[in-house]
């Protein structure tokens, strides 16, 4: 199961990662909706994966780094 979320992580992740890098450097800019679409999608991944424990955890991640 491990490996399966991995893949599931590393096929929405990585792709937006080089798409905020891009938008980064290019505009020097990161546009809200790029991060909303991180924030839901890791969200929700960690929902699936890890169940209300995932949900809990990637809340705990969210209040950590807004904070």
């Known amino acids: 199961m491990l ?8 096929i929405l992740f990585i792709p937006m990662a080089l798409l905020i890098t891009y938008w980064d450097v290019r505009y020097r800019r990161i546009p809200n909706e790029l991060v909303l679409l ?3 999608g890791g969200l929700s991944l960690n929902t699936i994966f890890g169940g209300s424990h995932g949900f809990l955890i990637s809340l705990g991640g969210f209040a950590l780094a807004f904070g």
């Open 3 to 10: 490996a399966s979320q991995n893949i599931a992580l590393g």
């Open 38 to 40: 991180t924030f839901i």
